[in-house]
């Protein structure tokens, strides 16, 4: 039975071309729900995903049925729908590919070529279905064939208005309201009393003398009842998430010009134009940090130049020697004995994919649940509880190793060693220090 997802023969024509081995060419009707374990093996797929991949399978359907009948109402309303969903997430289902990403983008690519600056990224745009549209046509977790020119044209640095980014806990409640107030549509109105146009207080008769009545002027407020105070929110456990690791593009790299020890680069972390700790720069309009290094002498500074890397951009900004750093790149370097010289190299990047976007967030398998913290405190040295965790395994791959940090030793579910994986589901890695130190 197939699910009407999309344009069916815009649908199939690229699930034939890109997955001939899961989806076969002689299929006119395959079943879209059971398509996604085929075309991705190596990912799974619970049954909450597969009702979550059903729902955006029917709102897509809807969609194309909206699209068909012209009905704009419905178009606008599926549309909002799905850019709030994805506002927080990088695919449908948070980090992992479905088939459903795949027949968003059959059916919504055609449309987003064709609206205007205003409709792709101004105020009332649709910022998070451009971005997952050009995510799902270029990543290397979808490898879907789709030649260049047919492409959809989408600069992803032409932002004509940064929206306020979307709380996770807000967002919640929302859908919490909606469903309470589908279930029971009355409820708005319990406890609301009737207003009488025209009624008001009877008049009191004058007394003998003919003076007015009197009017008791100090009456009784009634005492409203106090409310119960909400439980506390329940605190999340410990986690390297609360670490915000990014893909960053180093633009260009120069010496320190107070510090030999220190180089300064200039890197594209993804941040929004105008977000704190961040600037303009002139040469490729792009929105960047200013980051020192310690990595003069250690790294050749032709290869600090226009390469990716993982970013650390969420510790507190420094000033070092005179320039201020709002970051800091990821290294490895091996491990050395309590007292001897931990930066006596050599030392490594961690590599990120290379054609991962920059500002891709970056985590550990495993360990990748809630959102990092705007600002890392100092006083709860978070970064220096988790970073002894941080390392190399003997396939250079960069992971978490949980058993090094003991707040988080014990936690159910949770994994001994976590790779460190972009949202693409690309590991991160080095070029030859096996067991080293990541910081």
């Known amino acids: ?80 729908q799905l850019n709030t969903h994805l506002a927080t997430r990088t695919t449908l289902l948070g980090a992992k590919p479905s088939v459903a ?30 971005r997952h549209v050009d995510f799902v046509q270029n990543s290397q977790l979808f490898s879907l064939q789709i030649p ?38 009355d409820s708005a109105a319990q406890g609301t009393k009737p207003l009488v146009v025209g009624q008001g207080k009877p008049e009191q ?3 003998a003398a ?19 105070k909400p439980p506390p929110a329940p605190v999340a456990p410990p986690s390297p998430s609360m670490i915000d690791l990014r893909v ?8 320190h010009p107070n510090a030999d020890s220190l180089y300064v680069s200039t890197i594209n972390c993804g941040d929004a134009p105008g977000a704190d700790n961040t600037s303009l720069d002139e040469e490729t309009g792009k929105t960047v940090r200013t980051v020192c290094s310690g990595l003069n002498g250690l790294i050749p500074l032709e290869e600090m130049q226009g390469r990716k890397i993982v970013a650390v951009c969420n510790l507190k900004p420094v000033t070092m020697r005179g320039i201020k750093s709002a ?28 054609d991962a976007p920059a500002g891709e967030r970056v985590t550990f398998q ?15 040295k978070i970064w220096e509880t988790f970073q002894p965790g941080f390392t190399t395994t003997d396939t250079l791959e960069v992971a978490f190793d949980s058993t090094a940090v003991p707040s988080v030793q014990g936690q159910e579910g949770k994994p001994a060693l976590g790779k460190l994986v972009t949202a693409s589901g690309i590991i991160c890695t080095v070029k030859s220090l096996k067991n080293a130190t990541v910081r």
């Open 327 to 354: 970051a800091m790149v990821l290294a490895a370097s091996p491990r050395v004995a309590e007292g001897e010289d931990s930066h006596g190299g050599p030392v490594e990047l961690v590599n990120p994919p290379t």
């Open 210 to 228: 003919g003076a007015p009545p009197k009017t008791n002027k100090k009456e009784k407020k009634e005492k409203k009842e106090k409310q119960p």
């Open 101 to 130: 990403d795949i027949a968003v983008y059959a059916l919504v690519a055609p449309m987003v070529e064709k609206w205007s600056p205003e409709q792709r990224t101004g105020e009332h745009g649709y910022h998070h279905i451009v």
């Open 148 to 185: 260049d020119e047919e492409k959809i044209n989408i600069d992803i640095n032409d932002v004509k208005f940064v929206p306020k980014p979307v709380d996770p806990k807000e967002e919640k409640e929302r859908k919490k309201r909606e469903k309470a107030s589908a279930e029971n549509p």
């Open 1 to 80: 039975m197939a699910t009407a997802a999309a344009p069916q023969s815009s649908l199939l024509s690229l699930l034939y071309r890109s997955y001939p081995a899961a989806i076969s060419p002689d299929a006119t009707e395959p079943d879209y729900l059971l398509a996604s374990p085929k075309i991705f093996p190596k990912d799974s797929f619970g049954e909450t995903e597969q009702a979550d991949i059903k729902q955006w399978l029917h709102a897509v359907s809807g969609l194309n049925a909206a699209v068909a009948k012209d009905d704009k109402s419905v178009a606008e309303t599926i549309l909002a």
């Open 248 to 255: 960053g593009h180093i633009l260009r790299a120069i010496n």
């Open 205 to 207: 008769p004058a007394d």
């Open 366 to 380: 495993g360990w990748s649940e809630g959102e990092p913290e705007k600002v890392l405190n100092p006083k709860k």
